[in-house]
């Protein structure tokens, strides 16, 4: 399978739109601070101002500027989904490519935890255990990874059991190779574009579940959030602030799971031969 | 009757012979076998003390020590009890008289008979070594290759001499007179002791009882003369005989690899050996019994390298492969031929560790297998069938022969990347830059294949498992693939599981056929047997629809069974 992931997401219109707005969010995150003028924490007397030439999109309830906290929201949005992307793909790795390898009983063993993985609704769980222990982001974090690498961890392991029979991984074995010099060497760097989607995807859903969880309030309420902004908006809602305080943000949030969307669509056409253009034709 | 001790010849400093110990009952032939300059003639002309080195040690005939006897003792022996036949004829006849003169003559000059008794019986043995009556007066230039050979015999035994040495004595002759002499001489014996000094493994086998392999001045192997040339078990006696052009091997003919280098220390063969250990280079082997035999040897001889007992793999309730037996010698090559789905794949996967056996248990030199670590796969490498599948595509040609370096962690990275340009170049593939970095895709199947080679190889391994390596290429590279491993082979001494289905393929490459269908090994015999005498009607049917050209109508055995 000779793909070049990168290429194909490039040259394809969704791709290229994906990553134009990825990277257009990611810039704004990372230019916070110059851009943002206030800090997202600060607060002040001068509660539900209107936009103006102070604030852009006016002050909240609070007196924050609505837009430093759209920046700086970004960041935690970015921050949460590639962390957890990472993690939760370390995990699917390790699971998925041990019990590719190592089989029998241990694998047996692995794959009815992610068969009981799967089947229990991951948000709920994810609700509940966040409502009871309030998490900090770092907990946060590591709680979605846990519980977001089964899926991966399947297809990882899938695609490992075959290529584990190609005949470089047996001719490696023949000069005395482990286990783990056959995962490094031979079999991660020809599952990477299948590692790839599974990356975007896991971040997708990271980014969506923290801003989901910090709408519900479960989140830590020091954070500056998509979700959070929401949360709090919508107790205004009778006011005409919605206009600038609550659609900025969800339009934000749509924004940035609508770019990674078209990327893992992009990603999922080049592999699988069948959603692939030429194959169409 | 003729009792050699602890002979050693020597001209100035150089040894010629050494340690000589070797005896020679009335009515028995010996024969001497070797290259050239091993000192065979040198051996021939020392009995007759015709030799100007200098000889010590024993050389007891009938009782009396040669060695000890003045030159007119010595006189009266030669040509009367002990008579030898030169290698090369021009020198020995005399120009200037006729042919029966010369086989009278020393009938007359040791007094044994008159000159008319003399010419009879010299006549009479002319004619028996076929000389034409007319011919008898004839000079000695005007004579064929041949008729002077028959010369040389009639003269050697003019005096019923009790010892004769036959030093090449049919070598330069074609075949029909060879075979019409080795006919006659072997007709002529009776008590007679004869010592036949000979490269030539066709005479030595048809006139000998016993054979001496004669190496470096020394004996290294001695035994029954049919035994020997059979079953060889010093390396070197195989050696020779896989190179030597006859009608009972099908394997294509192997040099060895070297030359005949002195004064060596240790064994003298060591450093053409292929099973060479610490010992052989500073030891000198001596002629020890073993099995039959006398063989100098530390090793005892060709050592089996691989040893499959009893080795059983199924999958569920499929016997992929069933209570197999096999034996692969040091420098041996075994084909294991049959059918897609006899288990032969599945065979060599068990015997190299990627399934693990159901029963049995695998040797390798003389150790038991029991984890197939890192130290195994030293030893053993294995050659798959389809070489786009088996190098990553992710490799360029270089990183991929460097892998299983990497993996063993051989020396630095340095001599890592030479040793592996290396042995780019000895699977001659060329070893510039350019080609290096070259990824599978942008090979031809001959060299992607020959790439894999060369990993496998650059472990340096004693045994190379090839698994159908040719089964991906057409004809003509094929052949050269071939050649290349038969070349490793000799260069290396790389013992060999070559694994086809074309029974043509195999009988060109190995020593050995083992014939495998349904998981079981039906029949297991050197190659020239299954080829030219299949017991098993299975073999037969193989051997019926090998490839052939169809020149003439082959009264194939195979061919009335199907």
Known sequence: MHIDLKKEIRESSPGKAGMAILLLVIVLAILAPVIGRYDPIQQSTTTLLPPSQCHWLGTNHVGQDIWSQLLYGARTSLFVGFSVGILGLLFSILFGISSALIGGLYDRVMMRIVDALIAIPMVIVVILVAAYIKPSLFILIFLLSVLSWQGGARVIRAQALSLKERGHVNASRTFGASQFYIAWHHIIPDLAPILLVEFIYGVRRAVFMEAGLAFLGIGDPMVVSWGTMMHDALRFSYLDVWRWWLVPAGVALSLTIIGLAFISHAAESALDPRLRDEAVA | MLEIRNLRVSYGHDTILDGIDLELSSGETLAIIGESGTGKTTLGMSIMRLTEGKIRGNINFDGKDLLTLSEEEMRRIRWNRMAMVFQNVNNVLNPVHSVLEQVAEPMIEHGLKSKSEAHERASELLERFGLSQDRFSAYPHQLSGGEQQRVLLAMALANDPELLILDEPLSSLDVATKSELVNLLRMSNGRRARLVVTHDLDTASKLADRLAVLYGGRIVEIGNAQDVLQYPRHPYTRALIRAYPNMTMVKDLQGIKGRMTRPVNGCPFHPRCTQ?????????????????????????????????????????????????????????????????????????????????????????????????????????????????????????VLESVMEPLEIQGVGTKEERITKAIKTVGEVELPQTEDFLQKYPHQLSGGEMQRVAIARALVLDPALLIADEPTAFLDASVEAKILKLLLNLQEERGLSMLYITHNIAVARKVSDRIAVMLDGR??????????VVAPKQTYTRRLLASAPSLHWFEADNAGQDSI
């Open chain 2, 276 to 396: 060479v250990i610490d010992i052989c280079r500073s030891k000198l082997p001596q002629l020890a019994w073993s099995h039959g035999r006398e063989i100098a040897c530390h090793r005892g001889g060709i050592i089996t390298l691989l040893s499959v007992e009893n080795v059983s793999k199924s999958f569920g309730r499929i016997n992929a492969v069933d209570s197999v037996t096999l034996r692969i010698k040091a420098g041996e090559t075994l084909a294991l031929v049959g059918q897609s789905g006899s288990g032969k794949t599945t065979l060599a996967k068990t015997i190299i560790g990627l399934y693990l056996p159901s029963g049995g248990t695998v040797y390798f030199d003389g150790v038991k297998v029991v984890t197939h670590g890192k130290d195994f796969y030293r030893k053993v490498q294995m050659i798959f069938q389809n070489p786009g599948e088996s190098l990553s595509h992710r490799l360029s």
């Open chain 2, 521 to 530: 090994i039906i029949e297991d015999a050197p190659s020239s047997e299954i």
